[in-house]
């Protein structure tokens, strides 16, 4: 069943893949950005894609933004709680403003957006939410307390919400990636990132169309009784 889908983070790396896999899928998409124009515009161009930008921090912008969405595509029917954001460092060096952005940005975003789209799905006993969370988030990572804290958090809260949908039709489940080929892992150093992809028992990264195509398949009409789960997808680097 097609219609509305919303991705936040939708218009680079893995929220850009999970866009495409949707709008193949047959979805009117409505993809999220916040920082990055000149990428949105060109997003826009080679996909046709509707690109929207609010921040997904701000509890009244994503109100304000999921009504815009709903007025131009129609209700929204799938959303994916991609948007993510790191400021790393050791804790005993980490500031106030780092652990605050990450949690805005990787946490209250999946309030923001399902306080305003999960009472529409209730009305009308249909929704499938797929939240984004991390290897990092299931296993932690030195120098992350901050993003592995609220990855972990996505978990808690996908498990919650899920039982809270289950009887009027919404599933809620999460996706753990592992290290992917998208710009937040090319900003790693190079030796980091040689080490990382030494870790992984397959040898290489993973790909953004790899994510989206267990994203997209969550957000059939025929996955109804999956819910409350957490898939990881992550190259066998942890298994836990």
Known sequence: MSGTALVTGGTRGIG???ALALQAGGHAVAAVYHGNEDAAAAFRRETGIAAY???VGDFDACAAGVARVEADLGPIRVLVNNAGITRDAT???MTRE???QVMRTNLDSLFNLCRAVVPGMRERRYGRIVNVSSVNGQRG???QTNYAASKAAVLGFTRSLALEGAHR???VNAV???YCDTEM???VPEEILRATIASIPVGRLGRAEEIAALVAWLAREDAGFVTGATFSINGGQWTG
């Open 16 to 18: 850009r893949a999970v």
């Open 53 to 55: 930008r609010w921040d």
């Open 91 to 93: 804790l005993h060096k």
């Open 98 to 100: 780092q652990w605050s």
């Open 141 to 143: 990572q030195a120098g």
């Open 169 to 171: 039709g919404i599933t």
């Open 176 to 178: 753990a990636p592992g």
């Open 185 to 187: 892992v090319a900003a």
